[in-house]
């Protein structure tokens, strides 16, 4: 990948950017598709920027449903004319006894992750308020499930389904445009929660935030379009458009905003 690419992105993005310039490579020199893990809408944005820049391949997105969060991506030439079942993406539903317990999404997700699995092998995880599911990719799915007999201490197991049996997820976000007067993470949850400054400060250095799915304890880290800040107790932001500044300096910026 050419090297002036990086300066577009973040230091810590180098090695995406890198694995990116290898599937383009690989599908260039193949001339075969080539499909990714999941990926997080700031690593989609990424991609889909890196393409559109660096090659006349053609690729597609897609995370079990039209809404998802987390997508795998086929880049493919363009005699290629992709399916849906070219994306190798598994349904399942959790079973548990949920008159007697309940499950989270941070339970879930650490459970799969225990099994010695990758993040970037699950989609999004999806509840309507009671049912629970979650998209896996096929090539680790019968290994995942034949693992997991519990999450935490509830007993459970995994099911698979079919699309057409897929829950309406309960999750309700907003769009909200604001203004910030800059994009460090402290500034942003607390004008997204109108909480002071110092507040989302110790929320950051506390480790109960996470941005693109990774704990992040610098209140100064600078956000980007796609990103996604989870903070544990509030819920969750994304930055959906940045549309410039005000006379004053601030940034405007279109959120997507989850309460909890």
């Known amino acids: ?9 973040r230091a810590d993005e180098r090695s995406f950017i890198d694995s990116v310039g290898d599937w383009i490579e690989q599908v260039q020199g193949q001339y ?14 990424i991609l889909e920027t890196l393409i559109r820049q660096n090659s006349d391949l053609r690729f597609m997105f897609y995370g079990g449903y039209e809404q998802a969060e987390r997508k795998r991506c086929l880049i493919f030439p363009d ?5 849906e079942e070219d994306f190798e993406i598994a349904l399942y539903e959790i079973h548990y006894p949920s008159k007697f317990a309940s499950l989270s999404h941070g339970k879930i997700l650490g459970t799969l992750v225990g099994t010695g699995i990758k993040r970037s092998y699950f989609g999004d995880i999806i509840s309507d308020g009671e049912r629970w599911q979650v998209f896996i990719a096929q090539e680790v799915d019968h290994f995942v499930t034949a693992q997991i ?14 699309y057409t049996e897929m829950i309406l997820p309960k999750d309700s976000w907003t769009q909200e ?8 993470l402290d500034s942003v949850i607390s004008e997204i929660y109108n909480i002071s400054r110092q507040r989302s400060k110790q929320l950051i250095e506390s480790g109960k935030v996470k941005v693109n799915w990774t704990e992040n304890t610098r209140p100064d880290f600078l956000l980007e379009l796609l990103d996604i ?4 107790g509030y819920g969750r932001i994304q930055i959906q458009e940045l549309e410039g500044k005000t006379k004053k ?12």
């Open 1 to 9: 990948m050419d090297a002036n690419v990086y300066q577009h992105f």
């Open 32 to 45: 075969a598709p080539y499909l990714t893990e999941f990926l997080d809408p700031r690593q989609s944005y």
């Open 79 to 83: 005699y290629y004319q992709p399916e």
């Open 149 to 162: 007999t519990k999450i935490g201490k509830v007993a459970a197991r995994l099911e698979p389904m079919k």
């Open 177 to 184: 445009r604001g203004t910030v007067t800059s994009m460090r």
């Open 229 to 232: 800040i989870s903070i544990r």
């Open 249 to 260: 300096e601030k940034y405007r910026v279109l959120f997507g905003v989850l309460r909890k």
